[in-house]
């Protein structure tokens, strides 16, 4: 391992670039060092050069021509994930791209192309896959506790109005590519990334001012996977559980805060067998099914140390795995070829929507 911090180029001073990654990597100067940072607005330049006592560049070209950068964050706007992405591998640069990493499964393909012929590190920026509430389902669900799986429903609801740069289709706008990413990529890792899941998708304008959705319901099957539902509404006035399980032994539901499941186990459950004449009680009269399960339950409540936003945690386990990467060669926990997968469900979400998405 490097004693010396990697020296990060970050393109972008916006939501993203500043108040995610920059403030992030500030907490990390063992592993990391904000060289360099480019943007257009001559005030967030400033403004860079003064909080993180860097040199700043109107251009990433002129960022990346006049730095030594060991690591490029891409955090421009969604649809120049790609072709700056692109260019900066095929310029000799490891990179993190903030997600979307693209708009479909063959600019992946080219992205990670260009990474193998350079030799150089494509990372995407997928931190909800550290989120503690998923670590968590994942655990109970390894378990077996809830039996074989039967469907996932994950929500990512609210009652929003929305009218900037991020609802228009020409900058890879809508629910899907800016939300998305986070639930498509959980749903992914429970599905299993051996095969491409069956998809149904319904997509609706609801209260944007763009021309790309903002209501998504988007079902994923499989011959012998769980069913996913997942659901990116911006005009649900009474969200529900973010997380519901469902189980042949038990299930689980909850919040990205707090969870709670219950299961039997068979061993404990009365026997029964199949019955196909009419069931009577004990006093010979028609009765229905019942039995009484014992039922076990556990829940969990988020725990961070101390200071530490959600948003920072997961952010903080990915750059250090990124910096595992870059320095031991450890392999990346989130695949460009996983990411593609994603790509892949987004395009067929779309082609599923002509009326919001001309082909």
């Known amino acids: 391992m490097t004693a010396t911090p990697l020296k990060v180029g970050i393109i972008g001073q916006g939501r993203s ?17 904000i060289a360099a940072v480019a943007d257009s607005i ?5 403004r860079a050069e003064e909080e993180f006592g860097c040199r700043a560049y109107e251009t990433w070209e002129a960022m990346v021509a006049g730095e030594p950068l060991d690591l490029v964050v891409n955090a421009s706007p969604s649809h120049q994930h790609f072709p700056i992405t ?51 389902i994942r655990s109970v ?26 609802t228009l289709q020409s900058n890879n706008g ?41 209501y998504v319901k988007l079902l994923m099957r499989g011959p012998g996977r769980p069913t996913i ?5 911006s005009c649900c006035a009474y969200p529900q559980d973010s997380f519901n399980i469902q189980g042949t032994n038990g299930g689980l539901h909850g919040s990205p805060e707090h969870l709670e499941w219950r299961y039997f186990k068979p ?21 229905y099914c019942n039995e009484t399960l014992t039922w076990h339950g556990d829940e969990w409540t988020m725990s961070l140390p101390e200071g530490q936003s959600l948003f920072g945690y997961m952010t903080e386990k990915l ?32 082609r599923q929507n002509p009326l919001i998405y001309s082909a």
């Open 17 to 33: 670039g500043r108040d995610i990654h920059g403030k992030l990597l500030e907490q990390l100067p063992a592993q990391y060092r």
């Open 42 to 46: 001559p005030e967030r330049r400033a």
């Open 86 to 136: 692109l260019e900066l591998l095929n310029k000799g640069f490891n990179v993190l791209c903030e997600k979307p990493l693209a708009k479909s499964p063959e600019e992946v393909d080219r992205l990670i192309e260009a990474s193998k012929r350079s030799g150089k590190l494509l990372a995407v920026f997928q931190q909800s896959r550290y989120h503690p509430a998923f670590q968590q």
């Open 141 to 166: 669900i390894d378990s077996g506790a809830l039996g074989r799986i039967v469907q996932v429903s994950m929500e990512m609801n609210g009652f929003a109005r929305r009218w900037d740069w991020q």
């Open 174 to 214: 809508g629910n899907l590519m800016n939300t998305g990413p986070h639930p498509v990529d959980q749903a992914l890792q429970l599905f299993g990334t051996d095969e491409l899941p069956q998809i149904t998708c319904i997509m609706d304008r609801a209260n944007t001012f763009g021309d790309a959705e903002d």
């Open 229 to 233: 539902d997942i659901e990116i509404s």
């Open 267 to 287: 061993e404990e459950a009365p026997a029964q067998q199949l019955v196909k004449e009419p069931l009577f009680n004990a006093a010979g009269l028609p009765a």
């Open 319 to 350: 750059y250090l795995m990124l910096h595992r990467s870059l320095t031991e060669g450890a392999p990346l926990e989130i695949t460009p070829e996983q990411v593609r997968q994603q790509m892949w469900v987004m395009e067929e979400c779309r």
